[in-house]
């Protein structure tokens, strides 16, 4: 929060005492109190339909998993050899553009199984949907059997899902090897109403990369079972904007190892599951080894264990602060010459349980690469006895916020310090008493494109970003 007037036009703005009880800047009355927090609703109820619309691949998918009647083991098949996500994915997208127009990956599910698997033909009373369901395959291959390498990300089967926004339609299609075979289409924008808000699957990282990410935490499990099944489920991003706000997720991995057949009726296993975020390749959740019912198979961890990002934190509209050599101010740095630019933005929602360690920050450039901002802070202006105080309860001063190398955000444990009082640390509740102030240096970044980028930190999944003026 910088010490002079915004650089943009808009309210005048002056900063609280300092830690020490004495003038962090101009003289003149406390801050206005904060905007009462937004409810959310409307993003609320977009992130719900995204998660109703997952929740429906999922459905589409289990299938191929043992979970839904349908799945039985073939006597035998042909041989052909295992396929990554992206080799697969290319023969997919080939296929769907024969087809004419535009088509994007929303999800493709690759299983390697120590026993053949037969495909069901029949899509209508697979899923009972009530859209118009074609069966393009009588009698589709069936998806050869593993021949133990089960771990590479190589898999002997893809189904792939691609939507089609324009005509409201989802191809199933099953590749396997190089050959690719149309399983069908649902038909229906009543089926499908949030599947436009999928990013598709560009940028997302190879199946070879997801398995090697879980390596070190699967080791107990591939270490102790030299044959088994695998399952990699992967889910397209996906972006929102709603309020001039832009919610979005990253795309998923969902990686599942078993001992298990996958058409088992009974007995008991191990099986293991992890979460891959799908642009970075980190382990998200790691659900470990555990023993299960044969009949009870499960794609990816619970999936209670995240919670979305978008539906427990608000921004505020930036505005736009300016500090010269003469000036101070709370996180916007007083330079030695010219002018020191900074944006405001009240933080106008935070669920219960949102602390400072449920947050990471960086600005991004219009093109979407990190921009090296100069310092980043969360500043409180309120005690726990309501006097006006300064309270920089996660700051982070220097090059060492973005540095501009990479995509990695700050965030408290990282780079945070505390200073107080109240004394302050990881676990201290985000409220709408607080501020973000990001210190974008000396040239002015007005009209460039900036965007600040909020993500969320586990267990909360997805970003909140707002366009910086």
Sequence with gaps: MASSTPAAPGPTSTPPPGPDGTSAGLTGPPPPAPPPPKTGRSKGAMIGVVVVVIVVILVLALFLTGVLPGLKSSGSSSSSSPASFDSAQSTASNNAANRGGSWTVVAALGVDSVVPLAVPSDLGALFGLSCKVTNTSSSPPSVPANTGAYATGDQSGWVFFLYQSSSSTLLLSLVIGSSVTTLGTIVGSSCFTAFGQFTGSAGAIDSPAVTQAVATDAASFTSAYSSASSSLLFVSGSSITVDGHTITTAPSWDVMYTNCSFDATSGTGAQYTASVNGT???????????????????????????????????????????????????????????????????????????????VGLEVRTSSGATFAVKGISIASFLSSTGAGSTTLPATCAGPVCNDGSSSTPWTYGTTGVCTGPPACGPSTQLSTTMMIILDMGTTSPAGQGYVCVALGQAPYAGTVSTSLP
């Design 280 to 358: 970075s390749g980190a382990v998200t959740v790691n659900g470990g080894t555990n023993t299960i019912a044969c009949t009870s198979l499960t794609l990816a961890p619970p999936v209670q264990q995240t919670e979305p990002f978008g539906d427990n934190f608000a921004m505020g509209s930036p505005v736009l602060t300016t500090v010269s050599p003469t000036g101070a101010g709370v996180g916007c740095a007083t330079p030695t010459a010219g002018t020191e630019y900074c944006y405001d933005l009240t933080i106008e929602g935070a669920s219960a349980g949102l602390t400072l360690s449920s």
